[in-house]
């Protein structure tokens, strides 16, 4: 498995993360919890899009309205249900919305 660089991303003056240990991002409104690698999760008070724009291109993608995948936890795709989930990290489902279905069978 290809060793991405670590980038530290600075979300706000005292919040940074460094984004190899993240899985992915959840939006729940004007929040956003952020997964790690070691089971923690953390919330933070922006909005998905600001720590979209913040991430390094290319290492992450927009699946959903609600979720934002790290790629490099990225495993595949089960079309088994009506609605198309992503496998990321061991185990975890991720449901993909029609629209970033193509971009997400492009990047894999």
Do not use: W
Not at 28 to 36: A, E, H, K, P
Not at 62 to 85: A, D, K
């Amino acid at each position: 498995m290809k060793q991405l660089p670590q980038h530290l991303v600075y979300i706000t003056p005292r919040t940074c993360l460094l984004t190899f240990d993240v899985i992915y991002l959840e939006s729940n409104r004007n929040y956003t919890f952020v997964y790690f690698t070691n089971g923690k999760r953390m919330l933070l008070s922006k909005t998905m899009s600001v720590i979209f724009a913040a991430l390094p291109s290319g290492q992450f993608l927009r699946i959903s309205r609600t979720h934002v995948i790290n790629l490099h936890y990225f495993r595949g795709i089960n079309h088994t249900n009506e609605t198309p989930v992503a496998l990321v990290g061991k185990g975890l489902q991720l449901p993909v919305s029609r629209r970033r279905l193509k971009i997400l069978n492009f990047s894999a």
